[in-house]
Structure formats: structure tokens, C-alpha cells
């Protein structure tokens, strides 16, 4: 739960950021962006939530049970399930995070050398 609290505050935060920077590259007032902005995020709750609902009702979410037998699976949840269990039981594929790692760290040069 608290991997998924942090995670949506950190993909609204980024999504915030890039549609202020994109309404100032544009010229864009900030007022008009945040009202839209206000809008999108309303009118997600009002269509997600019935959608979401539906899904629940007609399949399920999360462990299959006799109701419903092709229950959908939570992808954020066995997302950090797998972190979690590789973690702890040592079974991460550390060089794969490795490259990650280094590959980022390449990225941020890269971006640092051409600014």
C-alpha cells in the first residue's frame, strides 16, 4: 500500500512538472493549466471508478476464488510482491540492476554534458 501511495504521488508530481514546463514552453497561462488539470483529474475519478467497479463485479481483482474463477491479477501488487520476495531472499538479478543503474547514471552525464 504504501509503495503504491508513493509511486502515484511521484507519476502526479512528474506528470504536474512536465505539463507546466510544457504550458510555459508553449505560453500557456498557469491559471488555465491548472484548471484543466482540475479537470482531467475529475473526470478520471467519474470514469475510472465506475470502470473499476465493473471489472470488480464482473471478474474480480486479486485471488481467484469460486465466484470468480478468471479473477484479474494486480499487476502493481505482484510487481512488488517479486520485489519484495527477491529482496529478502536474495534472488534479485543484481547485474541486470547494475546496468540499469549504470545506464542511467550514463543518461544523467550525458544530459549534464549537453547542457
Not at 505560453?27 to 471508478?49: H, N, R, V
Not at 473499476?52 to 474480480?60: D, E, I, K, R, V
Not at 531472499?89 to 549534464?112: C, K, M, R, Y
Amino acid at each position: 500500500m504504501i509503495g503504491a501511495v508513493v509511486g502515484w504521488a511521484a507519476a502526479g508530481g512528474g506528470d504536474n512538472l512536465q505539463d507546466l514546463k510544457a504550458g510555459y514552453i508553449v505560453g500557456a497561462t498557469p491559471w488555465k493549466q491548472q484548471l484543466m488539470l482540475g479537470i482531467g483529474a475529475f473526470s478520471c475519478a467519474l470514469i475510472m471508478a465506475p470502470v473499476l467497479n465493473l471489472l470488480a463485479t464482473a471478474y474480480g481483482i486479486g485471488v481467484k476464488s469460486e465466484l470468480h474463477p478468471n479473477a484479474l491479477a494486480a499487476p502493481q501488487a505482484n510487481l512488488m510482491a517479486s520485489v519484495a520476495k527477491g529482496l529478502f531472499g536474495g534472488e534479485l538479478p543484481w547485474t541486470f540492476i547494475g546496468i540499469g543503474a549504470v545506464g542511467g547514471a550514463a543518461i544523467i552525464a550525458f544530459d549534464s554534458w549537453l547542457n
